[in-house]
């Protein structure tokens, strides 16, 4: 029986190895017709077998490459170090932030900014154009990858002057922008000057704070729309302590004492345990009204837009937005994550419905690459720049191409406008 079996092994074997040798034989004898160009013939190709890269393939072969190769900015873009070149001119600024010693749980979000930018890498500038935008943000303004703040990782106090320095220098650069019809941000300044405009990579939420203090040097007090699973209002979680109370969960009560928040602000996508009702009574005395979560299965995207826009209404605005705004089943790489949190398809179409309105500056904070997988966070993170950056560039919400069904019933790119929310 035992000989039987082995004869039975040897000749299913014998059988399973034909087509590996069939395969092998034919890719060696037709491999050259069919438009592979065998290594040997390659090497000889008009004599260039010893040629350098440049003479033999050109400046611009291999450019597929850069997706997934060369030194990393966000969405491939140019890259300086706008805190130390001071003839960095941009009209949008990418500005890493990697600080995470304030956080109250999860640490990592330090290596935030280059997880949100190895998650841009199939981004470019050139195939920047989206149906549902209907534009592509880098043909109307010049964006540029700033780097990263220096952060010290010891000391909390410095970290937060050093990010608050950092925000200020960079806002004094010069726009790109020498249209005045497209000036965005010099009817909001105090100096009546055109600045250009920001968005930072945290960091866990505490940098907030350094950035409203700059900004308010600027602009003065300035409305926040704040996506967020948490209402991170809370007052000194200790205050007899003696310990620095500046953390991710203070940080906007700390603004509102400094009187660098305007009374119409707001929350969306609320969703986390607190204290009590105090809470929230303290949360609207210090100038915020929320969205939550579930709201968007009662109401619908279009309500939670219009909520929003008629809190904010024409004011300089700030966007921040923390990653556990979407359900950690599809962005769990963030340091206090929540169950039942939005899409980010439908975080998307929110954020397309705020377009037109007064942003000064926005952020994405709370990514924590350790706890990622699959890079879904920091693509989920790298994305939703790019669409706060089509936001930040449209001034009125966008016309998205036609759909299938409105072109199959004869419309046209320009005849039919389809309910965007």
Not at 26 to 54: A, F, Y
Not at 112 to 134: D, H, L, V
Not at 227 to 232: A, E, V, W
Not at 386 to 411: A, C, F, R, S
């Amino acid at each position: 029986m035992t000989n039987r079996l082995s004869s039975i092994a040897g000749i299913l074997l014998a059988l399973t190895s034909i087509p590996l040798v069939v395969a092998h034989h034919h890719h060696s004898d037709e491999g050259h017709h069919d438009g592979q160009i065998p290594l040997d013939d390659l090497r000889q190709t008009g004599n260039k077998g010893n040629l350098l890269w440049k003479d033999k393939y050109g400046d611009d072969a291999g450019r597929r490459d850069d997706l997934f190769s060369g030194l990393m900015s966000f969405a491939h873009l140019p890259y300086t170090s706008c805190i130390k070149n001071e003839t960095a001119s941009f009209d949008i600024g990418i500005l890493g932030m990697p600080f995470d010693t304030a956080v109250t749980y999860r640490p990592g979000a330090r290596f935030g900014p280059q997880g949100i930018r190895s998650g841009s890498r199939r981004q470019t500038a050139s195939w920047g154009y989206t149906a549902e935008w209907n534009s592509n943000p880098y043909d109307s303004t010049n964006v540029l990858d700033c780097g990263d703040v220096p952060v010290n990782p010891f000391n909390n106090t410095l970290a937060i002057d050093q990010m608050e320095t950092a925000y200020r220098t960079v806002l004094t650069r010069t726009p790109s922008n020498k249209d005045p019809e497209k000036d965005v941000t010099k009817k909001f300044a105090m100096d009546g000057k055109e600045h250009p405009r920001i968005v930072s990579l945290g960091g866990d939420h505490t940098i907030v704070l350094p950035i409203l203090r700059a900004l308010n040097e600027v602009y003065g007090p300035v409305a926040v729309i704040h996506f967020d699973s948490h209402l991170d209002t809370w007052r000194n979680l200790d205050p007899d302590s003696g310990l620095d109370q500046i953390t991710h969960g203070t940080y906007f009560y700390i603004a509102y004492t400094e009187g660098l928040i305007a009374k119409n602000s707001i929350h969306a996508g609320i969703r986390c345990k607190m204290a009590g009702v105090d809470d929230l009574n303290n949360d609207a005395e210090y100038g915020f009204r929320f969205v939550t979560a579930d709201d968007i299965d009662a109401y619908g995207t279009a309500a939670i837009v219009k909520r929003i826009r008629d809190r904010i209404g024409d004011s300089p605005v700030y966007l921040s937005f923390d990653i556990d705004t979407i359900d950690p089943g599809l962005a769990p790489a963030t340091g206090t994550p929540e169950v039942g949190g939005w899409t980010t398809r439908e975080v998307k179409r929110i954020i397309r419905g705020l377009s037109g309105l007064n942003f000064v500056g926005a952020d994405i904070v709370e990514v924590s690459p350790p706890f990622d997988h699959a890079e879904v966070t920091g693509i989920a993170a790298a994305q939703l720049i790019h669409d706060i950056l089509e936001m930040m560039v449209t001034k009125e919400q966008p016309t998205p191409y036609p759909n299938w069904l409105e072109l199959e019933q004869g419309g046209s790119q320009t005849d039919h406008v389809r309910d965007e929310l």
